[in-house]
């Protein structure tokens, strides 16, 4: 069974930098495309960037507009860990982050728990 665990989140200030982490564990990580998404309070999830597993090689990393320049989405196999980057946060970047596990980019098969990110003007 796929767990996702992520990592990182807090309050901080506009213009601040946090990185997020999500940690894989029960099935190859590698051949998996891993996704961030985010929900900020009364809205729908929202696609914030993803990037290919093995079989996907040359496919993204693709991200949401409100977030391209200022996040990067990276993987470390080795680690069995996906990594989201974010630098010059803004106030509309607060959302609960979940980092989501699938066979596709956008493809979202399985779930973490979600880490806060609250970021004051």
């Known amino acids: 069974q796929v767990q996702l665990v992520e990592s990182g989140g807090g309050l901080v200030q506009a213009g601040d930098s946090l990185r997020l982490s999500c940690v894989f564990s029960?099935?190859?990580?590698?051949?998996?495309?891993m996704n961030w998404l985010r929900q900020a309070p009364g809205k729908e999830h929202e696609f914030v960037a993803g990037?290919?597993?093995?079989?996907?090689?040359?496919?993204?990393?693709n991200y949401a507009d409100s977030v391209k320049g200022r996040f990067t989405i990276s993987r470390d196999n080795a680690k069995n860990t996906v990594y989201l980057q974010m630098n010059n946060l803004k106030p509309e970047d607060t959302a609960v982050y979940y980092c989501?596990?699938?066979?596709?980019?956008?493809?979202?098969?399985?779930w973490g728990q979600g880490t806060r990110v609250t970021v004051s003007s």
């Open positions: 029960g099935s190859t990580f590698s051949t998996y495309a």
């Open positions: 990037i290919a597993g093995l079989g996907g090689r040359g496919d993204g990393p």
């Open positions: 989501a596990a699938g066979l596709r980019i956008g493809r979202t098969d399985y």
